[in-house]
């Protein structure tokens, strides 16, 4: 099984909801990030996860909140989120971070709409 | 810092006809270098990448670069676009740890 799954492919909440993204891979990777892509645009990483361990914040903004509950699940918590962060926000794994040949495997994404 | 810069950012192709994408990079060491495809509304597939070796890389869909380190490129090249190969394409640059770099895109349409 060589894939990234995310729910839910869709997802449209108002500035003071409460949702979650999440994320599974069952290829016995280590490493797991969160990516933002705006249209037209390269993805931006938001977060990485080593060994279920927060190891990079790329100064996102508190109202996203990630969690690794295991080392085959990844969620994205979102809370009072602004139309701005309107986006598709994409999942990824890798064997690990300190490999050099880091190939990381995308899952199809989530779009997500702020009202 | 390690960099990616791709030139064209759209490129309009006859089907059936060659295409070449082009991706400059910057990086003080062996760069590590990939090709991604992406549809759509989709996420990101892998079409190729390059560590070592034979600096010509067979990809999928029928996909290749060639690394040039003297030119510092890895461009991308297939010899008859079908009307599917229509996509974004990311040129991307790793460095030896998490970090993917990634160049702008560059947006390929596909005439009848």
């Known amino acids: 099984d060589t894939e990234v799954t995310q729910t839910p492919k869709h997802l449209v909440m108002g500035m003071t909801n409460k949702k979650s993204l999440k994320c599974e891979q069952h290829?016995?990777?280590?490493?797991m990030y969160w990516y933002k892509q705006k249209a037209k645009k390269p993805p931006e990483l938001m977060f990485v996860?080593?060994?279920?361990?927060?190891?990079i914040n790329e100064s996102v903004p508190s109202r996203f909140s990630p969690e690794c509950p295991n080392s085959s699940l990844l969620n994205l918590h979102l809370h009072a989120l602004q139309p701005e962060d309107s986006a598709l926000y994409l999942c990824?794994?890798?064997?690990?971070?300190?490999?050099?040949?880091?190939?990381?495997?995308f899952g199809p994404g989530t779009r997500l709409t702020v009202l | 810092a390690q960099s990616v810069t791709q030139p064209d950012i759209h490129i309009t192709v006859s089907e059936g006809a060659s295409l070449e994408l082009r991706c400059n990079y910057s990086?003080?060491?062996?760069?590590?270098l990939f090709w991604y495809v992406q549809s759509p509304g989709q996420g990101l597939q892998l079409l190729l990448k390059?560590?070592?070796?034979?600096?010509l890389v067979q990809g999928i869909k029928g996909f290749e670069a060639e690394f040039k380190r003297s030119q510092s490129s890895f461009n991308l090249r297939k010899p008859s676009v079908h009307w599917s190969d229509a996509a974004e394409y990311f040129c991307?640059?790793?460095?030896?740890?998490?970090?993917?770099?990634f160049g702008a895109g560059t947006t390929v349409t596909v005439r009848a």
């Open positions: 996860y080593s060994y279920e361990k927060l190891s």
């Open positions: 290829m016995g990777h280590r490493a």
């Open positions: 990086y003080g060491a062996t760069p590590y």
């Open positions: 991307a640059v790793g460095g030896g740890d998490y970090k993917l770099s």
């Open positions: 990824a794994s890798s064997q690990d971070t300190r490999d050099a040949y880091n190939e990381q495997f």
């Open positions: 390059y560590f070592s070796g034979d600096t």
